[in-house]
C-alpha cells in the first residue's frame, strides 16, 4: 500500500453537515464595512496573493518579502505576478526577529507578507508599524484562519490586503478571500463561469463528504476500545483518504495565472454564509486544549505553541518529535493524517541560509485538530503520537523542554534531510 492511499482513521478535514445549509445567512464579517468593502471570493486563497499584489500596484521586479517558512502557494502567485521573492528569517519557535526584517525593508523590498502561523496570531501591530515607517503595504496573510480574528481592533491593525484561504477551516471544498482596504481601487474581474455540470459535481461532492463522514462515525462506534491496531487495516472503517476528502475540481495546486479569475464555487457560497464560524472557533480551540493536555507533558514532545492566546484559532495541532525527523510518517502509518510543511516548501529557498526554517520544514508535524474531530478520534490521536513516541529510541534527558525557545532548545538542533 502506498503512502497515499492509506486509509486514515481520523478525518483530515471537516466535513460538513446538513444543519449547515439549512441555518439561515448570516452576515459574514464583523469588520467595519465602510473600510472593507473590496471583498473578492475566489477558488483559492493563492488567487487573492496574486490580485493583492495587483491591487497594491506592486510591478513586475518588485521585491516581496516572505518569512522563511512558507509554503509554494504562497510564492507561486508572487513569481506569477512578476515580482521577486525575498525572505526574512523565522526562528524555530515561528517567531519574526524583527531586527533582521527591518534590515531586509531596508534593502529594497516594496511588500511586506505576513503569516497567522496554523491559527496563532502574528505581531501584526510591529509588522504594520515596520511597514508604516518605511512606506511600504502590508499583506496579512491569515489563510490559516477561518476570519480575522483582529476583526475587532482598530483598522490600522490590519494589513492594506488581508487574504485568506475559506476552505482550510471550514468545511468548504473551494474558498479563497482578498479583503482590500477601501484606500485602494476596486479591482475589476473577468470572471470564470461556473458550468451547471460544475455545479452539479460539487453538489455530489458535498453529499459525499456528508455520507462519508457519517461511515467513519459509524465504524468508529464499531470498536468497542478505542486502541489502535499497529496494522493500517481496520476493517468497516471508510475514513476520509487523502483524495476523498480533496475537491472535486479546483485551480491546480500548481498556481496558473490563465486561472486567477476562477471564483469560490456557487455551493461553497452558499455553505460559507451559513457555516456556524464561533462553532468551529470554539471546537478547534477545545480541541487543541484536549490535545496540549495530553501531549504536552509527554517526555520527547514539544509544542509549538504550549498555551492558546485568547485571538488563536488553531488550525492544526503543531509539535515535535524530539530528535525524530518526519515523525509524521509513522503517525501517518497509524491511520492519522498527519503532514509537515516538507512537501510544500518553494524549490528557490535558500535553506542554507536560513536553518531555523530547514528545521522546521523537516520537524514540525501538524496534527489535525478541527472541529468535526469526534472524542474517539481526539483519543486515537494522543494514543497514536502516545505510541509513535515511545516507539521511538529517544535519547533526551529526564526533563523535557517545553517551550521551542526555552533554555533545552538546544535538543531540537537542526536535522535537514537532503
Ligand atoms: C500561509 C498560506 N497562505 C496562502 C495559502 C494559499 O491558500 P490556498 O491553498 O487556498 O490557495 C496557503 C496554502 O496552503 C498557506 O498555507
Redo the contacts with the bound molecule.
Keep these: 500500500m502506498t503512502m497515499a492511499s492509506i486509509p486514515f482513521r481520523v478525518a483530515k478535514d471537516p466535513a460538513p453537515t446538513w444543519k449547515d445549509l439549512l441555518r439561515p445567512a448570516r452576515n459574514r464579517s464583523g469588520r467595519p464595512e465602510e473600510e472593507w468593502k473590496n471583498r473578492y471570493f475566489f477558488?483559492?486563497?493563492?488567487?487573492?496573493?496574486y490580485w493583492a499584489l495587483k491591487a497594491l500596484s506592486l510591478r513586475p521586479g518588485d521585491a516581496v518579502l516572505v518569512p522563511s517558512f512558507?509554503?509554494d502557494?504562497?510564492t507561486a502567485p508572487i513569481l506569477s505576478a512578476g515580482c521577486r521573492l525575498a525572505y526574512y528569517r523565522v526562528a524555530k519557535d515561528c517567531s519574526i526577529d524583527f531586527q533582521e526584517l527591518e534590515r531586509r525593508i531596508q534593502s529594497g523590498a516594496r511588500a511586506l507578507l505576513v503569516?497567522h502561523?496554523f491559527g496563532f496570531t502574528a505581531p501584526i501591530r510591529e509588522c504594520r508599524g515596520l511597514a508604516t515607517r518605511y512606506n511600504i503595504p502590508l499583506i496579512e496573510?491569515c489563510?490559516?484562519l477561518p476570519v480575522s480574528v483582529l476583526e475587532s481592533d482598530a483598522v490600522d491593525t490590519f494589513g492594506d490586503a488581508s487574504?485568506f484561504?475559506?476552505?482550510?477551516s471550514l468545511p468548504l471544498d473551494?474558498?479563497?478571500e482578498l479583503a482590500l482596504h477601501a484606500s485602494y481601487a476596486p479591482l475589476t474581474f473577468d470572471w470564470e463561469r461556473e458550468t451547471p455540470l460544475q455545479t452539479l459535481k460539487s453538489i455530489w461532492h458535498f453529499v459525499e463528504r456528508i455520507s462519508q463522514a457519517k461511515r467513519l462515525t459509524r465504524a468508529q462506534k464499531s470498536i468497542a476500545v478505542p486502541r489502535l491496531p499497529r496494522s493500517n487495516s481496520l476493517s468497516g472503517l471508510n475514513p476520509s483518504s487523502e483524495t476523498g476528502s480533496k475537491p472535486l475540481e479546483s485551480?491546480e495546486?500548481v498556481?496558473m495565472p490563465a486561472r486567477a479569475e476562477k471564483p469560490m464555487s456557487f455551493v461553497s457560497r452558499i455553505l460559507f454564509s451559513r457555516v456556524d464560524i464561533e462553532y468551529c472557533i470554539s471546537r478547534r480551540r477545545a480541541n487543541y486544549e484536549f490535545l496540549s493536555a495530553k501531549l504536552g507533558t509527554l517526555k520527547g514532545i514539544t509544542l509549538l505553541y504550549p498555551t492558546l492566546p485568547k485571538q488563536a484559532c488553531p488550525l492544526f495541532f503543531p509539535l515535535f518529535f524530539e530528535s525524530f525527523p518526519n515523525a509524521h510518517l509513522a503517525l501517518r502509518e497509524k491511520g492519522i493524517p498527519a503532514v509537515t510543511w516538507g512537501g510544500?516548501r518553494p524549490s528557490g529557498l535558500p535553506l542554507s541560509e536560513y536553518p531555523d526554517a530547514a528545521f522546521l520544514y523537516d520537524n514540525l508535524v501538524l496534527l489535525p485538530v478541527h472541529q468535526s474531530l469526534s472524542q474517539w478520534e481526539l483519543d486515537a490521536i494522543v494514543e497514536a503520537v502516545t505510541d509513535v513516541r515511545t516507539q521511538h529510541e529517544f535519547e533526551i534527558s529526564a526533563v523535557s523542554p517545553k517551550t521551542v525557545s526555552g533554555a533545552n532548545a538546544s535538543l531540537l538542533a537542526p536535522t535537514v534531510n537532503s
Design positions: 477558488a483559492r486563497g493563492r488567487q487573492a496573493v512558507i509554503c502557494s504562497v503569516v502561523f496573510d489563510a490559516h487574504i484561504s475559506l476552505r482550510k473551494d474558498g479563497g485551480v495546486d498556481f510544500v
